[in-house]
């Protein structure tokens, strides 16, 4: 008859209770008793470490004898009610490997699926919290509940951000859709379970984005750009930029100079609007990093394939999704060369999966949708990603010779920004396969992906395209006046 867990547990208690007893040179009567003992728990000892010798068992036997425990012990947990019973409606019994890993919960002893968060716990927390706050529309309502209510971790949900816990706002630019601020989170986001109090710890004193909706954005859109920012949240790794939740401006006009730094500034956000909370760009967007980096030794190409193999990425979770950008350009790629774990980040969601022509950045947009009547498409992107290859490689942005307004006609003409001589070859041709004037012909971002990947490996090689060329951009630098602008390819 097989014994449970626990009788197996109290047999080896005893075991080593008796072995303690018998085994101590404190408990023997006599000095010649303790030798003797001293000299048995050496022999033990010498045949152990025999045992337990390197090599002595060869890798297979040890990953079958281990799995033959595993084995055996989900067998006799299986056959003591006592250890399998679970409040009605816990999931099924996981590996004993994913038990050790994550652990029960402390407050309703279910398991735990990851790290120290429990879906159920958490979603009471969050239910039974619903009263206490309102951001005073249903749809951004439900929009929030929705998401505390599946959320399956301490990072993939959205929160109503009270304008009080955000402290110094700043203006920092604005666009057709939005503006733009900076602020400190005081509150901050949840960090980590504190297993004394069992309470999460918050990081306080966030620096934090701020986009309030613009006159150009009604408040669909506005909930659709959160709501695609939602879709990443789980994915930790993505590189779209990080969406905390949404706040509301105060009411009125003392109240909002008070939650400005800058009580003069003429920039303010308007009352009672609704703002999205996002992750702070320390460096601000491509172009912003990109202007300082022309003469700068440390913006090596290798630095270059990394953020480009980074953000190709990022593309690609997005049109994995079914989702196409419409709107890539360097002021939606944010940068922050002290987290490299989030940055940099693809953000400017608001025009995904909209079904009217969006009107974007005209030098970035694909020359088939210039006079307007063409579906975007994911090679739409792709022709945009292109152009970001092109500001990466030049450090500064296309066309910059024509006047915006003659831009259109200009693009209809020469397609694309003509490119340096002191471009690596492979590099040039790829992105003249992002500008192909057949659209179909253009790379998958998952395939830009590889080949960004592959290029990284091959980068020390001897006589690596990458590395000659950032022999001469070196030069470059140093000696200026030896060299021109001339273009060419």
């Known amino acids: 008859m097989k014994k449970s867990l626990c009788s197996l547990l109290r047999l080896i208690f005893k075991s080593i209770k008796k072995n303690?007893?018998?085994?101590?040179?404190?408990?023997k009567g006599s000095n010649g008793k303790a030798e003797e003992t001293k000299n048995t728990h050496d022999k033990k000892n010498q045949n152990l470490?025999?045992?337990?010798?390197?090599?002595?068992?060869?890798?297979?036997?040890?990953?079958?004898?281990?799995?033959k425990i595993t084995n055996k012990y989900e067998e006799?947990?299986?056959?003591?009610?006592?250890?399998?019973a679970k409040p009605e409606g816990a999931s099924i019994i996981k590996p004993m490997e994913l038990r050790l890993k994550y652990g029960i919960c402390l407050s309703c002893r279910k398991e735990l699926d990851v790290g120290d968060w429990c879906k159920g716990c958490e979603a009471k927390k969050f239910e039974q919290n619903f009263k206490n706050w309102t951001s005073e529309h249903p749809k951004i309502d439900q929009l929030i509940q929705e998401s505390q209510l599946n959320a399956t971790n301490g990072l993939d949900y959205s929160e109503w951000i009270d304008y009080r816990e955000i402290e110094g706002l700043e203006y920092i630019t604005e666009g057709r859709l939005c503006k733009i601020f900076k602020g400190i989170w005081t509150k901050g986001p949840k960090h980590r379970m504190d297993p004394k109090s069992n309470k999460w710890i918050n990081v306080p004193n966030v620096t934090v984005a701020l986009k309030?909706?613009?006159?150009?954005?009604n408040l669909d859109q506005f909930l659709r750009e959160v709501q695609n920012h939602q879709k990443f949240l789980r994915d930790h790794e993505s590189h779209v930029l990080r969406c905390f939740g949404i706040t509301k401006s105060p009411g009125d006009d003392i109240e909002i100079t008070k939650w400005l730094k800058d009580k003069d500034s003429r920039y303010k956000p308007n009352p009672?609007?609704?703002?999205?909370v996002m992750a702070w760009a320390n460096d601000g967007n491509l172009l912003n990093y990109i202007e300082n980096k022309a003469h700068d030794e440390k913006f090596t190409w290798y630095k270059r394939l990394e953020m480009l193999e980074v953000l190709s990425d990022a593309l690609e979770r997005i049109h994995s999704k079914n989702m196409v950008h419409k709107n890539l350009h360097c002021g939606n790629v944010l940068m922050d060369n002290k987290d490299i774990f989030q940055f940099p980040a693809i953000c400017g969601l608001a025009l995904c999966n909209q079904t009217e022509i969006p009107v974007g950045v005209i030098s970035f947009i694909?020359?088939?949708?210039?006079?307007?009547?063409?579906?975007?498409?994911?090679?739409?992107?792709?022709?945009?990603?292109?152009?970001?290859?092109w500001v990466i490689c030049c450090c500064k942005l296309p066309y910059k010779e024509y006047k915006h307004d003659s831009l259109?006609?200009?693009?209809?003409?020469?397609?694309?920004?003509?490119?340096s001589k002191d471009i690596p070859t492979t590099y040039a041709n790829l992105m003249k396969r992002c500008w192909?004037?057949?659209?179909?012909?253009?790379?998958?971002?998952?395939?830009?992906?590889?080949?960004?990947?592959e290029w990284k490996k091959h980068y020390h090689s001897n006589n690596s395209e990458f590395l000659i060329a950032e022999e001469a951009r070196l030069n470059r630098i140093k000696n200026p006046d030896l060299f021109d602008d001339v273009l060419s390819l």
């Open 272 to 276: 009672n609007s609704y703002i999205m």
């Open 408 to 419: 259109a006609v200009i693009m209809n003409v020469v397609n694309s920004p003509k490119i």
């Open 20 to 27: 303690k007893e018998t085994g101590s040179p404190q408990c």
């Open 212 to 217: 309030e909706m613009g006159k150009g954005m």
């Open 76 to 84: 006799m947990i299986k056959n003591d009610k006592k250890l399998i």
């Open 436 to 453: 192909d004037d057949d659209s179909k012909k253009r790379p998958k971002a998952s395939e830009l992906r590889n080949i960004f990947l």
């Open 366 to 389: 694909a020359p088939e949708h210039l006079n307007g009547n063409l579906k975007f498409t994911t090679a739409s992107d792709i022709y945009s990603f292109g152009i970001i290859m």
């Open 49 to 67: 470490k025999k045992l337990f010798a390197p090599g002595t068992y060869s890798e297979k036997s040890v990953q079958d004898n281990k799995k």
